[in-house]
């Protein structure tokens, strides 16, 4: 049974009153572990969608298919950087922060991992068959004309470091809500004061270190697919 009950904070000296960097390094070093745990579901997740899209389960595909759509319109047929930009790093940024603070919910952290590998590999595998607005034919076509053609080195090396910066910072964000959950789970430690010292705790590390990661992170795609673009247009 959640018992709420109000606690006196503890008193913070001088020197604690503000958290630092180093601390909320400390705080994602603390979940790193946790964080591999979050990118073996998701791993799990992504190696499930296969047998979901062979088997055509509608229901499971209905929302990352919805949603990639959605972004797509938002960024426009005009592919433009700033509004690209500011699409991709708003979604993550806003998206990642509640898997993190969906330990809350105690279960919840561990299913986001594996539903988001899910929805990825549900995405990847339907390509085809999601249009890109303006008449400009599906996404997976859109990344086939760039094959056989000479892709920027730094529109490659663009893409990777998305995969260096989001990835990791996702699987560590829910790392962080696992962590959450176990301290919550405790006999009797589902309290207010706990609940609120632990989501700020997790808030500031997320906006010291995640948000500066992710922000490089949109960056480095939109110019990766302006790279990818300039390929396609190459004659």
């Not at 068959?129 to 599906?138: A, D, K, L, T, W």
């Given at each position: 049974m959640v018992r709420w009950r109000q606690e006196e904070p503890a008193s913070a000296s001088p020197g604690?009153?503000?958290?630092s960097l180093a601390s909320s390094l400390n705080v994602l070093a603390e979940h790193i572990w946790l964080g591999v745990v979050a990118a073996l579901l998701f791993v799990a997740g992504l190696a499930t969608a296969g047998p979901v899209v062979q088997r055509d389960h509608r229901w499971l595909m209905a929302l990352p298919l919805a949603v990639v759509r959605l972004v797509l319109r938002l960024i426009g047929p005009q592919f433009r950087a700033v509004p690209a930009f500011v699409v991709i790093f708003v979604f993550n940024s806003v998206v990642i922060c509640l898997y993190m603070l969906s330990g809350a919910l105690i279960v919840l952290p561990g299913a986001m991992a594996f539903l988001t590998g899910l929805n990825i590999g549900v995405v990847t595998l339907k390509a085809n068959e999601i249009e890109v607005p303006g008449g400009q034919g599906s996404l997976g076509a859109l990344v086939a004309t760039a094959e056989g053609r000479e892709v920027p080195r730094w529109a490659g090396l663009c893409g990777l470091l998305v995969l260096v910066l989001e990835l990791p910072s996702f699987w560590v964000s829910v790392g962080m809500g696992i962590g959450m959950a176990r301290k919550l789970s405790a006999a009797g430690a589902y309290t207010l004061a706990n609940l609120q010292a632990l989501a700020i705790e997790r808030l500031h590390a997320y906006w010291m270190t995640?948000?500066?990661?992710l922000c490089l992170s949109a960056l480095a795609e939109v110019a990766a697919?302006?790279?990818?673009?300039?390929?396609?247009?190459?004659s």
């Amino acid at each position: 049974m959640v018992r709420w009950r109000q606690e006196e904070p503890a008193s913070a000296s001088p020197g604690e009153a503000m958290p630092s960097l180093a601390s909320s390094l400390n705080v994602l070093a603390e979940h790193i572990w946790l964080g591999v745990v979050a990118a073996l579901l998701f791993v799990a997740g992504l190696a499930t969608a296969g047998p979901v899209v062979q088997r055509d389960h509608r229901w499971l595909m209905a929302l990352p298919l919805a949603v990639v759509r959605l972004v797509l319109r938002l960024i426009g047929p005009q592919f433009r950087a700033v509004p690209a930009f500011v699409v991709i790093f708003v979604f993550n940024s806003v998206v990642i922060c509640l898997y993190m603070l969906s330990g809350a919910l105690i279960v919840l952290p561990g299913a986001m991992a594996f539903l988001t590998g899910l929805n990825i590999g549900v995405v990847t595998l339907k390509a085809n068959e999601i249009e890109v607005p303006g008449g400009q034919g599906s996404l997976g076509a859109l990344v086939a004309t760039a094959e056989g053609r000479e892709v920027p080195r730094w529109a490659g090396l663009c893409g990777l470091l998305v995969l260096v910066l989001e990835l990791p910072s996702f699987w560590v964000s829910v790392g962080m809500g696992i962590g959450m959950a176990r301290k919550l789970s405790a006999a009797g430690a589902y309290t207010l004061a706990n609940l609120q010292a632990l989501a700020i705790e997790r808030l500031h590390a997320y906006w010291m270190t995640i948000i500066p990661a992710l922000c490089l992170s949109a960056l480095a795609e939109v110019a990766a697919i302006r790279g990818r673009a300039r390929a396609r247009g190459a004659s």
